[in-house]
Antibody, heavy 119, light 110 residues
Framework: QVQLMQSGPEVKKPGASVKVSCKAS????????IHWVRRAPGRGLEWMGW????????NYAQKFQGRVTMTRDTSINTAYLELTRLRYDDTAVYYC????????????WGQGSLVTVSS | QSVLTQPSSASGTPGQGVTISCSGS????????VNWYQHVPGTAPKLLIY???QRPSGVPDRFSGSKSGTSASLAISGLQSEDEADYYC???????????FGGGTKLTVL
């Protein structure tokens, strides 16, 4: 079955960077896009962008452009989200999610990775 | 200031029904499918409705979705205590080449 296994919690200082991983199993990694979604305390789900694991192409939400990078390592079926210049309001649970096709819904989700930004 | 507009809260007593609305525009709901997610903080979001009105296997038929024009709705009948969660609509946004979510509706079962 499809599984997306994310890395563990991180605590970072303001201005630092964080890199979250999402290891895929149970399907051919390069066939399906990976999206990243976050939920900050007291706020709703927020889409951050997508990664095409086959080509490495990306598209980021305007809000995160310049601070976010989505990459992958196809040799280990893993996608990465890196967020730089962290601010307190980047404290959130970050999820990777997989749609079954390009414009589709997210039928598989990672368990979430908590990133806390604190001095 | 989400692209898709949902009420911030909804409530009902066990056994009652509730409907959650989601309003968008021609570049998202008006031209693309709508999906609904249930999220209990601390867990992964769960797909509830896809392609406007389809239920994944395992989702009770108490949950139903509909769409008309640039608006969509999620209806929940026979409310149960375990339905307490946050509910989000989502759609592809053509101008962003990406996904937009509603602001979320917190459902309380009284």
């Amino acid at each position: 079955q499809v599984q997306l296994m994310q890395s563990g919690p991180e605590v970072k200082k303001p201005g630092a960077s964080v890199k979250v991983s999402c290891k895929a199993s149970g399907y051919t990694f390069t066939v399906y896009y990976i999206h990243w979604v976050r939920r900050a305390p007291g706020r709703g789900l927020e889409w951050m962008g997508w990664l095409n694991p086959n080509t490495g192409a990306t598209n980021y939400a305007q809000k995160f452009q310049g601070r976010v990078t989505m990459t992958r390592d196809t040799s280990i079926n893993t996608a990465y989200l890196e967020l730089t210049r962290l601010r307190y309001d980047d404290t959130a649970v970050y999820y990777c999610a997989r749609p079954p096709s390009y414009f589709a819904w997210f039928d598989s989700w990672g368990q979430g990775s908590l990133v806390t930004v604190s001095s | 200031q989400s692209v898709l507009t949902q009420p911030s809260s909804a409530s009902g007593t066990p056994g009652q029904g509730v409907t959650i609305s989601c309003s968008g525009s021609s570049s998202n709901i008006g031209s693309n499918i709508v999906n609904w997610y249930q999220h209990v903080p601390g867990t992964a979001p769960k797909l509830l409705i896809y392609r406007d009105d389809q239920r994944p296997s395992g989702v009770p038929d108490r949950f139903s979705g509909s769409k008309s024009g640039t608006s969509a709705s999620l209806a929940i009948s026979g409310l149960q205590s375990e339905d307490e969660a946050d509910y989000y609509c989502a759609a592809w946004e053509d101008s962003l080449n990406g996904v937009v979510f509603g602001g979320g509706t917190k459902l309380t079962v009284l």
